[in-house]
């Protein structure tokens, strides 16, 4: 089985601060799978510094992103969206996303965003604990929290800032990226260590399918 790629990129949020780690395994292998991978800045034309202070020259700005034109909006954590709401133009660009059915993938402190937003009221969500949701304002979604590594709800993709493998894991099943089998197979192997699940990838590598 080809991945169903779609010709429209995915969208990946950089700002100050941007927690590095977090996104790695999903970009790196969207990337391997035919997906282009483009980023967004608030100011398309300044230069990002990343937590792991990497300097990012963003391909372009948030507010000429239309979900129209995206597969997916990714949001990572970072120290800014704990400290004030400069982020705030980013949880409002999901809101766009999720309003006209195209996936938000949000991890980390970008959880805190949306639930300030009003995104996760209504949606099962969950993200690194319940108690650090339940200090943003706004926020009306504890009911709807799950206790899980990563939780998809329709166009929704959530994690904690612990779990990157099991977010790219919701993403890939999301976009339709591997088959059940094959993504199986890599989580056990990238999260777990498992040595069974090579064979399954390098079997699935030979057939176009990983």
Same mark, same amino acid.
């Given at each position: 089985?080809?991945?169903n ?24 292998h ?7 991978? =483009?980023?967004v ?8 510094t ?6 990012? =020259? ?7 992103l ?8 990714i949001?990572t ?5 704990d ?10 660009k999901?809101?766009? +996303? ?11 402190g ?22 650090y ?17 990563? /939780? ?6 959530t ?11 919701? /993403? +890939? ?9 094959v ?12 040595a069974?699940?090579?064979p ?8 176009g399918?990983?």
């Amino acid at each position: 089985m080809t991945a169903n790629r779609s010709d429209k990129p995915v969208h990946l949020a950089v700002y100050d601060t941007y927690a590095d780690w977090e996104t790695g395994h999903t970009t790196a292998h969207l990337t391997q799978r035919g997906y282009r991978v =483009r980023t967004v800045a608030d100011d398309g034309r300044q230069e990002v510094t990343t937590m792991g202070g990497v300097r990012i =020259r963003p391909d372009g700005a948030l507010s000429d992103l239309s979900p129209q034109d995206s597969s997916l909006l990714i949001l990572t954590g970072a120290a800014l969206w704990d400290t004030g709401d400069e982020l705030a133009p980013f949880a409002a660009k999901a809101a766009e +996303f999720l309003a006209a059915g195209v996936p938000v993938a949000a991890i980390c402190g970008a959880t805190a965003g949306l639930a300030r937003a009003g995104l996760l009221d209504g949606r099962a969500h969950t993200s690194g604990a319940p108690a650090y949701l339940a200090e943003q304002p706004g926020y009306a979604g504890a009911e709807q929290y799950v206790e899980a590594d990563a /939780v998809t709800d329709g166009d929704l993709i959530t994690a904690g800032p612990t779990e990157p493998v099991a977010f790219a894991r919701e /993403v +890939f099943a999301r976009l339709d990226v591997y088959g059940p089998e094959v993504l199986d197979a890599w989580y056990r192997l990238f999260h777990d260590s498992d040595a069974s699940a090579f064979p399954v990838l390098m079997a699935a590598a030979e057939r176009g399918d990983a």
